[in-house]
Structures are given as structure tokens and as C-alpha cells.
């Protein structure tokens, strides 16, 4: 029997001839060029996916902390009383912001990239985000009064803008 074998020895040998032989591993590289294709960045696809999930993510964490706030401040109740009140006000606001914003980010990804389509080598100068933010914010509040509408496409259009330049600042 061999040197190295468990039964004769009990336990398996430190010098193993597999572990000899590892071949190099190839080396990641970390330049921001080598990552993306051709400098264009994240695909679409990603983009839509990621900051959808972003944006979910935000306003249920957002809700859910104003709900823990609102549920905090009902007054004159037993322990028992208190948690429910908070589960409920952070249940109910929660998703009750977070919805919105998946759906307007979803709405402006898809906005964005055909606004930079549009505008072609204008596209660079950031005007993209607010006109993308403003369409979406538009959008989404279609159905509902013209002060309504305003009022998210401002906001939209502000709240984008601020996250692609916070994002373009960061790279």
C-alpha cells in the first residue's frame, strides 16, 4: 500500500500529488474598460434591473422607517398594541412608496436610453437624466390633474437628475 494512504495511516497525507500540480488561476482584472463592452457600461437590461430593484428596495426601506416612526407616535397603548400599530403603519407604508418608485425608475430607464438615442452625441452633457425624470415623472401621473402631473415631473425629474450626477461623480 502506498505511503499515503487514509486506512494505513488514518488521516490523508498533507502532500497530496493533485495539490501539486494547480494550475495559475487567471487574474481579474479591475479596469473599468476591460469590464464593460466597449466603454458603454452596464447593458440596458442590467440597468433596468438593478436600479428598479434600487428604487424598490429605497422606498420599502423609506416606508417602512416612516411607518416605524407613525406607529411609534400612537399613543396609550399596551406592548402587544404598540408592535401591531408599528407592523401595520410599516406594512402599509412601505409598499405604498416603494411601488411607485420601482415603477417610475423602470419607466425612466427606459426613457433615459431612448432620450440618449435622440439627443445622439448631445447625450453626454447630463441633459438625458431630466428630460428622462420629467417624462417619467409625467407619465406615471398622466391620468390624474395637471398640478398632479407637474408636481411628480418636477420631482422626478430633480430626483434623477441628482442620482445620475451623484452616479457619474462617482466613476
Known sequence: MASDDYLQRGSVSSNLSILQNIPK???????KEDLYINSYGR??????????????????????????????????????L???????????????????????????????GTTQWVLGKYADYGLSAPIAGALSGALYKCSSSMKMMTRYSITASVTYTLIDQLVRNME
Open 43 to 80: 447593458l440596458w437590461g442590467e440597468k433596468v434591473t438593478y436600479s428598479t430593484g434600487m428604487a424598490y428596495g429605497a422606498g420599502l426601506f423609506g416606508g417602512g422607517l416612516y411607518g416605524f416612526l407613525e406607529g411609534l407616535r400612537k399613543p396609550g397603548m399596551t406592548r402587544k
Open 82 to 112: 404598540r408592535i401591531n400599530a408599528i407592523l401595520n403603519s410599516c406594512t402599509t407604508r412601505g409598499p405604498r412608496i416603494a411601488n411607485p418608485a420601482a415603477i417610475m425608475t423602470m419607466m425612466y430607464c427606459g426613457l433615459n
Open 25 to 31: 488561476t487567471y487574474q481579474r482584472s479591475s479596469r
